[in-house]
């Protein structure tokens, strides 16, 4: 166990409430920041896949037929239909991105460019879990990873998600010297906020495990209509909440899952009833990391005390 000045907590950050005056506040104004995560996964065929299943009973199978053409239904079919209704309401993805999906689906990619689409940079493929690999194999796969999508797209990464949010102890150090601005694994904020780091700098953007398809439908068997009312609830809460302390809203989102065409229509009616506020600010991960930087820096909150 890490510890600092003898505290338990996590080295990455100091335990700073909500409450306490970080100097945040979002463009405009606005009450709520809606990011909407989009992950754009490969699920290689000759390896068992180590989570998503609709039917655990096959998952350790090679081939998984079963669950590989659920999950491939995701790259074929719903990505088009999320990518459509996101587009109609004037919505931009934050992607979180394997880097082997730039080789098997690239016209994905193409369309995400097209689109205007944030890359977020989750490794190569959804077998790569860091907190089961050495510190120097999760090295190497964030550097090569994070030089695919580059060479692929023509942009570096700013921003990383680990797969299964799954890091080692120096993870956050191997993300600021491979160039990443911040890091999406730590569901515990609803503000962004700096992280400490070897050298550089990294930010903690909002992420959930709440506004998230995967445990809702997956994990707690929500309806496509309870899902969206999970979003229309949080939101509602987050904006009354937001005319005191601004807040972040992400919602992360699987194609394989939303996008089938009898959750979308209970997505689109959540998200409709979002862009339909006034104070609300609708950008990607990237945006609200420039935005950090400007208006409140890099330095984690201890320092300003």
Known sequence: MAEVGGLTQTPRYPYCPITRDRRFALPGGARVATVIYLNIEHFPIDVPAPAHAVYPGTQHLVPDILNYGWRDYGNRVGIWRLMDLLTSLGLRASVNLHADVCR??????????????????QG???????????????????????????????????????????????????????????????????????????????????????????????GKGLTASDFADVIIDQFDELYREGADIPRVMPISL???????????????????????????????????????????????????R
């Not at 690999?133 to 550097?143: H, K, L, N, S, T």
Request: charged share 20%; glycine share 8%.
């Open 124 to 218: 190569h493929t959804a077998a790569n879990i860091l907190g089961a690999m050495g510190e120097d194999e999760a090295r190497a796969v964030i550097e090569s990873s994070v030089a695919a999508i580059e060479k692929a797209t023509g942009i570096r990464p700013k921003g990383w998600l680990s797969s299964h949010l799954s890091e080692t102890w120096s993870t956050p150090d191997f993300l600021a010297e491979a160039g990443i601005e911040y890091v999406c694994d730590y569901a515990c904020d609803d503000q962004p906020f700096a992280m400490r780091v070897r050298q550089g700098s990294l930010l903690s953007m909002p992420y959930t495990l709440e506004l998230n398809d995967v445990p809702g439908v997956l």
């Open 254 to 304: 699987h194609p394989f899952i939303s996008g089938h065409a009898f959750r979308a229509r209970h997505l689109r009616r959540a998200l409709e009833h979002v862009v339909g506020h006034e104070q609300v600010w609708l950008g990607t991960c990237g945006e609200l990391n420039q935005w950090y930087r400007q208006t409140c820096g890099t330095e984690p909150f201890e320092a300003l």
């Open 104 to 121: 098997e689906y690239p016209e994905l990619v193409r369309a995400g460019q097209a689109l205007g689409w944030e890359w977020i940079a």
